[in-house]
């Protein structure tokens, strides 16, 4: 049986804005937030991760769906347009920038969880190899009543 889409839970750090008077107190201005990374062969050009209800303004879980390719390219060199951009932070750390109506989320994640998470994706679907062709079929179908 092959496995189509998968789940991969880790720990991220959300940035404020404010800075601290003192490098001790850093700690303050980062807090550690659960993240579910999730991969589905069904929409394979696709990333989703869904950051945990006290990481979003009104207590409920808050999901970024954005393009591998983005989350892969922003591992090596700033990457992005639009609400997601994607950059290293030194050899160990990779920021996720994320814009909504309602402001400005910095979020920071181990290189080393990332790239484990993406070699899961390219597992199931290697990169270049992306079938668009059934969900785009099933997708246009939805969307036009099945005409």
Same mark, same amino acid.
């Given at each position: 049986m092959t496995i189509a889409a998968f789940d991969q839970p880790t720990r991220a750090r959300l940035i404020t804005s404010e800075q601290p008077e003192q490098p001790e107190q850093l700690e303050q201005y980062e807090t550690a937030v659960p *993240?579910? +990374?999730h991969y589905d062969a069904n @929409?394979? +050009?696709a990333v989703r991760a869904t950051f945990a209800a006290e990481a979003s303004l009104d207590g409920t879980p808050v999901s970024w769906t954005f393009a591998r390719e983005l989350?892969?390219?922003g591992l090596r060199a700033p990457s992005?347009?639009? @609400? *997601?951009h994607i950059w290293p932070c030194g050899r160990a750390q990779v920021v996720v920038e994320l814009h909504s109506p309602d402001g400005l989320a910095l979020?920071?994640?181990d290189t080393a969880v990332l790239r484990r998470f993406l070699l899961r994706s390219y597992a199931i679907v290697p990169a270049g190899h992306e079938d668009l062709g059934p969900g785009l079929e099933r997708g246009l179908s939805a969307l036009f009543?099945?005409?």
């Open positions: *993240v579910v +990374l @929409d394979p +050009l989350l892969n390219a992005g347009s639009g @609400d *997601v979020v920071q994640f009543g099945g005409v």
